[in-house]
T-cell receptor
Framework: SQQGEEDPQALSIQEGENATMNCSYKTSINNLQWYRQNSGRGLVHLILIRSNEREKHSGRLRVTLDTSKKSSSLLITASRAADTASYFCNYGGSQGNLIFGKGTKLSVKP | GAVVSQHPSWVICKSGTSVKIECRSLDFQATTMFWYRQFPKQSLMLMATSNEGSKATYEQGVEKDKFLINHASLTLSTLTVTSAHPEDSSFYIC??????????????FGSGTQLSVL
């Protein structure tokens, strides 16, 4: 299975705190991507990190990638209530179609 | 950014009827589209890969005669749930790649279709 696995499955924090989610995968990758899903909606692409990159930033998002450990982390700094959503990691397989892990459900309380 | 339009957003139908869901790429061409199914509080399960001008590739365990996929143009893929039953009730989501985009690895998602079969 090419499924990525997110950890933790659920995370509840206060507004202003940082949220960290981790993802582990099993095979070699070309890139790893993070998506967000608001309840009952489609997914929105957040950030892509390539296998030769170790860290990437986009606004309040910071993604790290450790290919030796086959893991990635997504950090959301200064979280807001609007960040409440489920977050999924995934990586590109040889056939190019993406399979998603179980996701981390983030709840940010105002 | 690229936009994928999915319709309808929700549909309620009687058992035994067929339901068609459309997925359109509005401002880009998508040679490949993907169809997912998602149960409440669970992840997306890839059902099939839809290729323009050719037959769809179904994931193991997905009945191709039950879930008919047609990708007749570079901007439209349809999923038809035939003879729907209550167990087909689920959230269906499509996604597409922009083959000419800066990165064709990124997926753009429709807003999903909630199907309820009575």
């Amino acid at each position: 299975s090419q499924q990525g696995e997110e950890d933790p499955q659920a995370l509840s924090i206060q507004e202003g705190e940082n949220a960290t989610m981790n993802c582990s995968y099993k095979t070699s990758i070309n890139n790893l991507q993070w998506y967000r899903q608001n309840s009952g909606r489609g997914l929105v692409h957040l950030i892509l990190i390539r296998s030769n990159e170790r860290e990437k930033h986009s606004g309040r998002l910071r993604v790290t990638l450790d290919t030796s450990k086959k893991s990635s982390s997504l950090l959301i700094t200064a979280s807001r209530a609007a960040d409440t959503a489920s977050y999924f990691c995934n990586y590109g397989g040889s056939q190019g179609n993406l399979i998603f892990g179980k996701g981390t459900k983030l709840s940010v309380k105002p | 950014g690229a936009v994928v339009s999915q319709h309808p957003s929700w549909v309620i139908c009687k058992s035994g009827t067929s339901v068609k869901i459309e997925c359109r790429s509005l401002d880009f061409q998508a040679t490949t589209m993907f169809w997912y199914r998602q149960f409440p509080k669970q992840s997306l399960m890839l059902m099939a890969t839809s290729n323009e001008g050719s037959k769809a590739t179904y994931e193991q365990g997905v009945e191709k005669d039950k879930f008919l996929i047609n990708h007749a143009s570079l901007t439209l893929s349809t999923l038809t749930v035939t003879s729907a039953h209550p167990e087909d009730s689920s959230f269906y989501i499509c996604s597409a790649r922009d083959r000419m985009g800066e990165t064709n690895e990124k997926l753009f998602f429709g807003s999903g279709t909630q199907l309820s079969v009575l």
